[in-house]
């Protein structure tokens, strides 16, 4: 992709747009708000979501205009609005194109399919499309938990007012290393310019075991769904019907890949593109598929001809 940062001068601080999907006030942003400012070595600007927009992907506002609004944050140039990363790179709401997009830290990780769906994902990817160099970032603070404790872990958030107080800033300490490098290769022109990353760090982070380029994994969550009524109980005369997503179970990688390196402990980095690439299989299959069945549809129907 066509790298917009090419004119930048070497000498110039590094400037950082973080955004991501938990919302502006998210602690995991914040931590990492802090501790950039804290080295002096980044201008950082801010745009990122009023409320919580976890799972949206690349949701888009397009038929009514974007209300923006300024946000006091230490340090850091900061807007709140919907369609944060796009609107952070496009150079209207901040005097330039910013030399890299972090999306994060986002709370609880992203590996395999999860990539697909989340918001924090989608937040890089975005600037990726938009020709800016971008990582994702999230902490899998609930590592290790059953599948009990999880569904009871997200209840207990869901009713709380306040997110819970993980170790965020020891994660994005966690993170300079990489993200130093990845502006000083962007100054240097030899940051390459096919793909985004996506980091995931695991939760003992303060002893993690270090740094893993890994490949994206198909580890997922299933899910089912279940119907109840407005107050939470199963019914069958309910003049409309309501349902709910719950939690089945894991599917996991036994493979080598971005989900069993973070279960390994260690910080999985991940390059990821836009386009998907299909299991050789399926594309044998098919090519064999379509044109045996043209030919039968043909053999029964001469106007195909």
Not at 44 to 70: D, F, G, N, Y
Not at 217 to 234: A, E, F, L
Request: proline share 5%.
């Amino acid at each position: 992709m066509e790298n917009v940062t090419d004119s930048k001068s070497k000498g110039e601080k590094g400037t950082i747009l973080v955004t991501n999907d938990d919302g502006i006030q998210a602690p995991g942003l914040n931590a990492l708000v802090s501790v950039l400012v804290s080295t002096h070595r980044f201008n950082v600007l801010v745009c990122a979501p009023q409320l919580e927009m976890s799972a949206v992907s690349h949701s888009i506002t397009w038929r009514q205009p974007l209300r923006v609004e300024k946000v006091e944050m230490d340090g850091a140039t900061a807007f709140k609005t919907s369609d944060c990363a796009s609107l952070g790179v496009s150079s209207v709401l901040f005097p330039s194109v910013p030399d890299l997009v972090i999306s994060g830290i986002n709370q609880g990780s992203n590996c395999g399919y999860h990539t697909v769906y989340s918001g924090t994902t989608a937040g890089a990817r975005e600037a990726f499309l938009n020709g800016v160099p971008a990582i994702s970032i999230s902490y899998d603070c609930y590592g290790g938990l059953s599948l009990e404790e999880f569904e009871k872990m997200l209840r207990v958030e869901a009713g709380s007012k306040t997110k819970m107080n993980y170790e965020y800033e020891a994660a994005a300490k966690a993170c300079l290393p990489i993200i130093s490098g990845i502006i000083a290769e962007i100054k240097n022109n030899t940051y390459p310019q096919g793909c985004f990353l996506n980091m995931d760090l695991p939760k003992d982070i303060a002893n993690h075991k270090g740094y893993k380029v890994t490949k994206q994994g198909k580890s997922t969550m299933k899910i089912r769904w279940k119907q109840i009524t407005s107050n939470g109980q199963p019914s069958e005369i309910d003049h409309h019907l309501l349902f709910r997503r719950q939690l089945s179970g894991f599917q996991v990688d036994i493979d080598e890949s971005d989900h069993k390196s973070l279960q390994e402990g260690y910080i999985s980095i991940t390059p990821l593109g836009i386009l998907t690439h299909p299991d050789k299989d399926c594309k044998a299959y098919f090519e064999d598929w379509l044109p045996n069945l043209i030919q039968q549809h043909q053999s029964h129907n001469p106007l195909l001809d």
